[in-house]
């Protein structure tokens, strides 16, 4: 079992900075790829980025490579996503996933991760 708590979620203007952080409980931390999604209202969850279970490798969504970052610290049991140049269109609840069913999964694939934080409110205003 592992829980998830996000962090770091506000309001920026467009062209700011938001750093959000997931906290992972238990000693597995390290067994599970990271993922972190997106809902904006009257939308489906999307896919934003993800990274493998040692950091050596990341995905991200078009819509924000060259802005976002994700990455982890295995020895905390954290992962971050630091978010730049950030537009009105990234307004939504950033969540946090912890998965392991991906042999026959992208990373970008909800039905890969088993576990959900409850969210973080991102809003960026023009």
């Known amino acids: 079992q592992v829980q998830l708590v996000e962090s770091g979620g506000g309001l920026v203007q467009a062209g700011g900075s938001l750093r959000l952080s997931c906290a992972a409980s238990g000693r597995t931390f390290s067994s599970y790829t990271m993922g972190w999604f997106r809902q904006a209202p009257g939308k489906e969850r999307e896919f934003v980025a993800a990274?493998?279970?040692?950091?050596?490798?990341?995905n991200y969504v078009d819509s924000v490579k060259g802005r976002f970052t994700i990455s982890r610290d295995n020895a905390k049991n954290t992962v971050d996503l630091q978010m730049n140049s950030l537009k009105p269109e990234d307004t939504a609840v950033y969540y946090c996933?912890?998965?392991?069913?991906?042999?026959?999964?992208?990373?970008?694939?909800?039905?890969?991760?088993?576990?959900w934080g409850q969210g973080t409110q991102v809003t960026v205003s023009s």
């Open positions: 990274i493998n279970r040692n950091g050596g490798s990341t």
């Open positions: 996933a912890a998965g392991s069913n991906f042999v026959l999964r992208s990373r970008s694939d909800r039905r890969g991760y088993d576990y």
